[in-house]
């Protein structure tokens, strides 16, 4: 058994965005790098204001990547049999990530929906947002998050179509770099009937709907 902190196991096998298991998080390392990186930057990691914050960052750090530890069948695992064979929605799920090229955050909306297969099987309406966090909750880019969510979806539901539009602002682009606030980034991921034409402009009705 493995301690929980954070509501996050503390020694369970680390997976990348392909699945792979590669390790396990290291809250001492994290700690020791932080240290590092505030003596790199010119601070003083001594002076009082300091002196916690590697420890607490890298308590930080295994709750904004604790999606690396976790798998999509983790989260999809309650799933109704309700024989509903219409298009279900989840719209405005708030997204907190962190972009892989500048480890900085990236926030907005997911919107999640699906067409359940021939059976009707459905999952948790919570199911969904948490299936968004997994794949948020790691060094990401948003075309790989929103892909991932959908097919995650197509594997483990099977249902007929699914669409997922991600909308957020980075903030690689707002607070430095380029400096343009207020831009947002909208990414989505189709399959199945979700790409039919008319079946598209019903799901993309809904999102846009107020
Ligand atoms: N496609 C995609 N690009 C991203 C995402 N997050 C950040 N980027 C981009 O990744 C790129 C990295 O570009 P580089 O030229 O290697 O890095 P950089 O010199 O810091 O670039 P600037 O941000 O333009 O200053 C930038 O254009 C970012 O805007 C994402 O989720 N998807
Ligand atoms: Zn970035």
Request: include cysteine; charge should be negative.
């Given at each position: ?9 503390s020694?369970i096998?680390?997976?990348t965005?392909?699945g792979?298991?590669v390790?396990?998080y290291d809250e001492k390392?994290?700690e020791?790098a932080?240290r590092e990186?505030?003596?790199?930057v010119?601070e003083d ?7 916690e914050t ?10 904004i990547?604790a999606?690396?530890y976790?798998?999509p ?7 109704f049999?309700?024989?509903?064979e ?6 405005d799920?708030?997204?907190y ?7 900085v955050?990236f926030?907005?909306v ?21 299936l968004?966090?997994?794949?948020a909750r790691?060094?990401?880019v ?12 197509v594997?483990?539901l099977?249902?007929?179509?699914v669409?997922?539009?991600v909308e957020?602002?980075?903030l ?5 770099g380029?400096r343009k606030?207020?831009?947002?980034t ?6 199945g009937q ?9 799901a993309?009705s809904?999102?846009?709907g107020?």
């Amino acid at each position: 058994m493995s301690d929980v902190v954070d509501g996050v196991p503390s020694s369970i096998s680390r997976v990348t965005g392909a699945g792979r298991a590669v390790g396990e998080y290291d809250e001492k390392r994290a700690e020791a790098a932080v240290r590092e990186l505030l003596l790199a930057v010119g601070e003083d990691p001594d002076r009082e204001g300091l002196l916690e914050t590697p420890a607490r960052v890298a308590r930080a750090y295994r709750e904004i990547f604790a999606g690396l530890y976790q798998e999509p069948a983790d989260v999809l695992t309650t799933t109704f049999d309700l024989g509903h064979e219409e298009m279900v929605m989840v719209k405005d799920i708030e997204v907190y990530s962190t972009c892989e090229h500048h480890l900085v955050p990236f926030h907005g909306v997911a919107h999640v929906g699906y067409i359940p297969g021939a059976d009707g099987r459905i999952t948790g309406l919570s199911k969904l947002a948490r299936l968004v966090d997994v794949y948020a909750r790691r060094p990401q880019v948003q075309e790989r998050l929103t892909s991932q969510v959908a097919d995650a979806l197509v594997e483990i539901l099977q249902p007929r179509g699914v669409l997922v539009v991600v909308e957020c602002e980075h903030l690689c682009m707002s607070m430095r770099g380029v400096r343009k606030p207020g831009s947002r980034t909208v990414t989505s991921a189709v399959r199945g009937q979700m790409r039919d034409v008319a079946t598209r402009a019903e799901a993309m009705s809904l999102v846009l709907g107020r």
